[in-house]
């Protein structure tokens, strides 16, 4: 007989300790409300009412007695007793939910090994069910609900969408479990927000559309601008699937994505938005846009250089993504969805009843287009999700795993000859010197190179005063000069700009012409998408060149591309010019072609089947080893913002505790340059480490160009 209370926590500020049955109930009532979303409460709230019944052994209550006044850790392994009730109740891969609910989803054949030990030892977590159950005897349970597609996956999508399930469920336990833990330790009952009426949000939304347009200077394009919106919001009375905005740069794709998902979501009955973007610098934008459309409380803008701790509710909401319209990068959503880590996982769940818009997709990458397209079409199918594909390049993903999409858009070639407002004008073996001094003779003009290399180089050849973009400045240094651009440009002032490719996506520039160096057709169309952008002028110039000492992207797919389109694009009678669609289309599906399944990420999908989380955590990295962050505080900074950003880096260098919060406040400070060219930048003293892969350059920094790349 048992004649003390088992306990799941030590005590908290009020001397309260946390019984474990409560927690066990609380986290399994949480887990539920989370599957529901998804038609999975059962097995969900089941998996959290036995995540940790191994606490119930004598041995963990003893060690937790021992050490509760100490704040150290019982260290003693708690998760076989749910393990072997998971598997005895639902089908074997749920195990795996438990067992990794501390340390993160561990593979297939490891879980099956670690139930062959338990049914070959059944004694070792018989005592912790057995006092457990008196307390709790629901964990002794049958008669779960399964999905036939779970009990009898049918071919490869079927164990892919069951690498997805557990992704999900296992979402659900991590934040019930959090969100129980953290309300006992607080002494409050957990706070969930409830679902935001999106009806509401819509009409809110579309007021503030009417009251922004009406506030905002004319422009050439506003007619067909509303006539993409209205078409956008016709669509989403649509069912739930996979959809297409396909709308040329500058047609308002920011406002008719969002309308399009909180329209979508109120007829669906779906809980969220979720828009994510391939840059930081467009988040940051949109993001601005619709906190004033929807309200603070409303919009969540997560990712790794937002500040969550100018409210409460924005950094709790950022670990779970509680909140009805969250704005995040494209590496944020799916290295998390990737991922096996239980902090980045425990946000996934909301992606269940959801309407995800990614923005930009053309920017996701090639080499792992496989497990993306097939992860957003298990989400569309199983998980009741919507994803709409938004871009002014679209790519024909349909080419790679035969998914249909609908159209929002039903005819986007209408759309692209009435946004007409470029001519293209082509230049054949030239110099970035000669370019350079072309681009010189307009007062207003915007070239785009390829690499960082190249935009410093065009920089020291442009007259004095000519601006910089590149990833060699800092992010704060970056968003500084985008602000100076366009109060030039509203200002009718002389404004030449030379920048790499970050200008290209969701960067509402308008130049009177640009210069763009050979790139892949959907660069191209990007950069004409900041050449006469309001139609002001009866057609923009967008100048393509090509350079023979152009610096050379080594990436494959990269030079694959451009041979393709060398073949399509062009000057002649037999080259389109990048807005052909046609051309665009079959570009995009020769491509994928020839890279063929193995090059887009088969490999990845194949360990997704075999149930392999670690791997696939270790193979699915959206932003390449290739770069190295580095720290500079800027002399220009106000002296406040120079003290927080040396604190910061001394919290860091000396190992003191800190938050996430110290790190996130350094983004604003990180610039990118090549991993080769930090190491020999901490050997000859331009560097000095922080902590980790983390390092500070106190080498010399250019106020236009930030940290310039040694000599050739």
């Known amino acids: 007989m048992r004649d003390k209370p088992l306990y799941a926590h030590s005590p908290n500020g009020a001397g309260q300790w946390h019984l474990l049955g409560d927690h066990l109930c609380g986290s399994a009532e949480l887990a539920a409300r989370f599957g529901a979303a998804f038609g999975m409460a059962a097995m969900a709230g089941y998996l959290a009412l036995v995540h940790d019944v191994g606490k119930g052994a004598c041995a963990w209550q003893d060690q937790l007695a021992k050490v509760a006044d100490t704040g150290a850790k019982v260290g003693i392994d708690h998760k076989r007793a749910g393990v072997r009730l998971a598997a005895q ?19 297939g054949s490891e879980i099956r090994a670690l139930l062959r030990e338990l049914r070959a030892r059944p004694g070792v977590v018989d005592e912790a069910i057995r006092r457990v159950a008196a307390d709790v005897p629901e964990i002794e349970s049958a008669g779960i609900a399964v999905p036939d597609w779970l009990s009898n996956p049918d071919g490869d999508n079927g164990l892919s969408d069951v690498d997805l399930m557990v992704r999900m469920l296992f979402s659900c336990v ?4 959090h969100l129980d833990t953290h309300a006992h330790f607080r002494g409050r009952s957990p706070h969930v927000r409830p679902d935001a009426d999106m009806a509401a949000l819509a009409e809110r939304f579309e007021d503030a559309r009417k009251a922004m ?7 050439g394009i506003d007619e067909i601008r509303t006539d993409i919106y209205e078409q956008a919001i016709a669509a989403a009375d649509g069912e739930q699937g996979i959809y ?18 909180l329209r979508h979501a109120a007829r669906n009955g779906q809980r969220r938005i979720i828009v994510a973007v391939p840059f930081i610098s467009i988040t940051e934008q949109n993001a601005s846009v619709y906190r004033r459309m929807l309200g603070e ?7 790794s250089s937002v500040d969550l701790d100018r409210a409460g509710w924005a950094r709790l909401a950022a670990e779970n993504w509680d909140a009805p319209f969250v704005i995040t990068t494209t590496v944020q959503l799916f290295e998390s969805l990737f991922s096996r880590s239980p902090s980045r996982m425990r946000r996934l769940h909301r992606l269940a009843a959801a309407v995800i818009v990614l923005d930009e997709v053309q920017a996701l990458p090639d080499r792992l287009l496989v497990p993306i397209l097939s992860a957003l079409r298990g989400l569309t199918e199983r998980f009741g999700t919507t994803v709409l594909l938004s871009s002014a390049t679209q790519p024909e993903f349909s080419s790679i795993d035969g998914t249909s999409h609908r159209h929002v858009i039903p005819d986007p070639a209408l759309l692209f000859s009435a946004l007409e407002r470029v001519r293209y004008e082509w230049r054949e073996d030239t110099t970035l010197a000669a370019m350079a001094g072309e681009a010189s003779r307009h007062e207003q003009m915007l070239m785009v190179v390829s690499t960082t290399r190249d935009a410093n180089a065009v920089h020291q050849q442009l007259p004095a005063g000519a601006l910089h973009l590149s990833t060699r400045m800092t992010s704060g240094h970056r968003r500084e000069t985008i602000e100076e651009i366009r109060t030039l440009l509203a200002a009718e002032q002389r404004v030449r700009v030379v920048s790499t490719s970050l200008i290209e996506a969701g960067v509402d520039l308008d130049f009177p012409i640009v210069f763009r160096a050979w790139a892949p057709p959907e660069n191209l169309q990007q950069a004409a998408g900041r050449c006469n952008r309001e139609g002001h002028l009866h057609r923009g110039t967008v100048v393509v060149f090509k350079a023979h000492d152009s610096g050379r992207i080594p990436d494959p797919s990269y030079r694959l591309s451009l041979g393709i389109a060398n073949n399509r694009f062009g000057d002649g009678p037999d080259k389109a010019d990048p807005d052909n669609l046609t051309a665009l289309a079959h570009y995009s599906r020769t491509r994928y072609r020839l ?23 270790e193979q699915f990295v959206m932003i ?5 962050s580095v720290v500079h505080v800027r002399p220009e900074l106000k002296p406040e913002e120079q003290a927080a950003a040396r604190a910061a880096i001394d919290m860091l260098r000396t190992g003191q505790p800190c938050g996430p919060a110290t790190p996130r406040g350094l983004q604003p400070h990180i610039a990118g340059i090549p991993k080769a060219e930090a190491e020999t930048a901490l050997a000859a003293g331009h560097a ?9 350059w106190v080498g010399p920094y250019h106020p236009q160009r930030g940290i310039e790349p040694p000599n050739r």
Do not use: M
Request: glycine share 16%; proline share 7%.
């Open 213 to 219: 347009l009406a506030g905002r200077k004319p422009s």
């Open 624 to 628: 390449g080893e290739s770069t190295a």
């Open 595 to 617: 890279q063929g399944l193995a090059n887009l990420g088969n490999p990845i999908e194949d360990l997704r089947r075999q149930l392999d989380f670690p791997a696939v955590a």
């Open 244 to 261: 297409r905005l396909h709308v040329p740069t500058g047609g308002g794709k920011t406002l008719a994505g969002a309308g399009f998902g």
């Open 688 to 696: 000095k480490l922080i902590v980790d892969d983390l390092v500070e």
């Open 89 to 107: 109740y639902l089908p074997w891969p749920l195990a795996g939910v438990v067992e990794g609910h501390h340390g993160g989803l561990r593979s």
């Open 297 to 303: 409380r409303d919009v969540l803008e997560h990712h």
């Open 174 to 177: 991590i934040d019930a479990d």
